[in-house]
């Protein structure tokens, strides 16, 4: 069975192939929904789209085995590259095109590590671009 590593949270869990990774996290007690940098955690923890991929914010990044998740649909592309009615997740997305992913799109196929709460840069470069 595949093996998902939280990295943040140092937890490491074993799925049968072809869960989803957002009700993986769910079952290992892993937060995805980290608002803005943090920022209303704990209620985004309950007002989300539940997985419908409509609020993007199971943003995670893939730092390990990308091959191992379905690719990316048209859902999930556009949900990161158009702004509105939420910006986060395209802010979010900038610098990241390699390694975002939202949660409740993933399939898991094989080993995975995952970062979860990935930061926007308000500040950076990469903010304006
Ligand atoms: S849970 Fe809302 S987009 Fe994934």
């Known amino acids: 069975m595949p093996v ?4 943040k949270e140092q937890k490491e869990i074993e799925v049968p192939e072809g869960s989803d990774l957002r009700s993986a996290a ?4 892993v937060n995805l929904y980290a608002g803005l940098n943090g920022f209303g955690a704990g209620l985004n923890k ?3 789209c539940h997985g419908l991929g409509q609020c993007g914010m199971c943003r995670v990044k893939i ?3 990308m091959e191992n ?3 990316m649909g048209m859902m999930e592309k556009a949900k990161f590259k158009v702004p509105i009615p939420d910006p986060l997740p395209a802010l979010a997305y900038i610098g990241n095109e390699e ?3 939202l949660a409740c799109y993933c399939k898991i196929q094989g080993d995975v590590e995952v970062e979860t709460w990935p930061e ?3 500040y ?3 903010f304006f671009s």
């Open 120 to 122: 926007i840069d308000l």
């Open 69 to 71: 998740i379905t690719p």
């Open 124 to 126: 950076g470069e990469n």
């Open 26 to 29: 769910i079952k290992a007690g």
């Open 4 to 7: 998902i590593k939280f990295t």
């Open 99 to 101: 390694t975002m992913r």
């Open 46 to 48: 309950y007002l989300n």
């Open 63 to 65: 730092t390990k085995g």
